[in-house]
Nanobody, 115 residues
């Protein structure tokens, strides 16, 4: 069992920035896992925002390319999502996901982009 704890959400104005963090409870599992950030807006399905492999290969949803950056620090068992140039349509609950032999989810953190 792996526990994921997210932090860093909040309220930000359009054009602003936030950095989300997700810490995993197991270093050995984290270091070989694919880590991802997903989001779910009200009334919509959960969607992949960005993912990063153990070799630091990254993948982004078209809607966030050029604005969001995913990174990982294996020494800290932590994955980050730097979100710049935020738009109101980025408003959602953001979830951290760890995939290896099983899939684990964090509890989610709310991001609200509004003036």
């Amino acid at each position: 069992q792996v526990r994921l704890v997210e932090s860093g959400g909040g309220l930000v104005q359009p054009g602003g920035a936030l950095r989300l963090s997700c810490a995993a409870s197991s270093r050995s599992i984290f270091s070989t896992a694919v880590m991802g950030w997903y989001r779910q807006a009200p009334g919509k399905e959960r969607e992949l925002v960005a993912s990063i492999t153990s070799n630091a290969n990254t993948n982004y949803a078209d809607s966030v390319k050029g604005r969001f950056t995913i990174s990982r620090d294996n020494a800290k068992n932590t994955v980050y999502l730097q979100m710049n140039s935020l738009k109101p349509e980025d408003t959602a609950v953001y979830y951290c996901n760890l995939k290896r032999t099983s899939s684990y989810w964090g509890q989610g953190t709310q991001v609200t982009v509004s003036s």
